[in-house]
């Protein structure tokens, strides 16, 4: 194949290209600049996203510090276990819609108004659902604390904000991103001063749950002003029930995945609280708030390149191959120089931003900075999955990592707290989402890839094969 200008082809994709210089991560974010004028908008919604990321660091990093502070490790504790039963329970509601959702419109942009009304439907009853699975848990794992239940019913409101996230499917489906980081920066700036009001008159914790959850509601109001500026109504969707049932179909097994990656992650804050109290959480939960932040870049950079990736998929496979590889190298080695550069300040870092009082986070948070690497390459591997419709796969990885979680964490969390937690989801993340990939005829092609990628040196051409 030549390389052609004109196409979404990447610098040395022809057949006779030589490989990319090792010039790390730099290097190859350049290259993904430069692929024509789709890959150029690639490019520029990576640095919207990322842009967004970066204020959102600067201004986050300093109002999210200072709540930390106010709270202290028992009330961030707290907080934090009311937080990670909602989560788990409301990714249960978004059904694995959106992967589903924006392939069919790339595919069918035509069928724009059912796609997203039926999707709509679904994702109301699934709010339903997270607010009686939520409260449900609440009771049953700290009976009689009612304000564990206060903290659990206010935070339900982020499902509400939840639901009309598929306004942002239609924007990731026409690969505009700009809109979405516009309306989603209204909301984080509204509730950053927010933070700081409740801060400033020392509110109460179910005040600051509160204006926390609120920042969701919001950003999906500003979302809907987007897509209506658009000369768009959400009044003109429709509801189709066997549009309905294919969508459940298809998004099943994702369902089942999203909830398992929510539990990989969310269930050793349940359990650190469980078994070790609300101030071991409340540490451990700090350290997850920062890496929470590094986690975000795998998920700016392939909703920036998936629907690209996706039409690659359906135009040329080697094509697809090439490209997929050069994001898994991005993403893994921006995640190992992550990993490194945090690993080695993480005592400054965290006496710094949260002060004396959790300065046991330190060794917590320098375990959970290896887990990127592994986590940006679990991310970047969906796209594979779903554009060969193996679905079934992806749910496999996630229910692995969720059960090699949960039994790590009831072995190592009554000896270790917080940094059991922490080595319980390293060892869980990189089992799950790259050594099983090498059990698996079907997958070692994949496997290969993400080994390319993990390599200090230019990775050898093609795909995977």
């Known amino acids: 194949m030549q390389f052609r200008p004109d196409s979404e082809s990447l610098p040395g994709e ?168 516009v309306a989603r920066g209204v909301a984080f700036a509204a509730g950053s001063a927010a933070k700081i009001v409740v801060i400033l008159m020392h509110a109460p914790l179910v005040a600051v749950a509160a204006v926390i959850a609120g920042e969701y509601v919001l950003s999906a109001a500003t979302l809907v002003v987007a897509y209506a500026a658009r000369g768009r109504s959400p009044l003109a969707w429709r509801w189709v029930p066997a549009r309905g049932l294919a969508l459940l179909r298809d998004s099943w097994p994702l369902v ?47 909703t920036a390149a998936n629907p690209i990736l996706l039409r690659s998929h359906q135009r040329d496979r080697g094509e697809y191959e090439r490209r997929l590889q050069r994001l898994f190298t991005l993403l893994a080695r921006s995640g190992l120089g992550i990993a490194l550069v945090l690993s080695l300040g993480t005592h400054w870092v965290v006496r710094m931003l949260f002060g004396e009082r959790f300065a046991s986070t330190a060794p917590v948070l320098s375990l959970l900075v290896w887990a990127a690497p592994m986590m940006f390459l679990g991310v970047a591997q969906t796209n594979w999955f779903v554009a060969e419709n193996r679905q079934r796969g992806l749910m496999l990885r996630s229910a692995v990592a969720a059960v090699l979680s949960v039994l790590l964490n009831l072995w190592l969390v009554p000896r270790l707290g917080a940094r059991g937690a922490a080595t319980s989801f390293l060892v869980s993340q990189a089992l799950a989402y790259l050594a099983l990939n090498a059990c698996f005829r079907e997958t070692r092609p994949l496997f290969r890839m993400q080994c390319r990628a993990l390599m200090p040196w230019p990775a050898p051409r093609g795909g995977a094969r």
């Open 14 to 181: 022809a057949d006779n290209a030589t490989p990319l210089p090792a010039g790390g991560v730099r290097a190859r974010f350049a290259s993904l600049l430069r692929i024509g004028s789709h890959g150029q908008l690639i490019g520029h919604n990576i640095g919207f996203l990322l842009g967004d990321r970066v204020v959102r660091l600067a201004v986050g990093l300093f109002v999210n510090a200072w709540l930390v502070r106010y709270l202290g490790p028992d009330r961030m504790g707290l907080m934090s276990f009311a937080q990670s039963l909602v989560l788990i329970a409301a990714v249960a509601s978004q059904l694995g819609l959106e992967t589903i959702v924006v392939r069919d419109l790339v595919r069918r942009p035509e069928e724009e108004r059912d796609l997203l009304g039926t999707a709509l439907f679904l994702r109301l009853a699934g709010m339903l659902l997270t607010v009686g699975v939520a409260l449900g848990a609440a009771s049953l794992l700290r009976p009689g604390d009612h304000e564990s239940w206060r903290l659990t019913l206010v935070f339900t409101a982020v499902a509400l904000g939840q639901v009309f996230d598929i306004v942002d499917y239609w924007f990731q489906s026409r690969a505009e991103i700009g809109p979405v980081v």
């Open 256 to 302: 089942l995945n999203s909830v398992a990656i929510v539990i990989s992650v969310r269930v050793d804050q349940m359990l650190l609280t469980t078994l070790r109290g609300t101030h071991e959480n409340g540490l451990y939960a700090a350290a997850q708030r920062l890496t929470e932040i590094v986690y975000y870049v795998p998920v700016a950079v392939m």
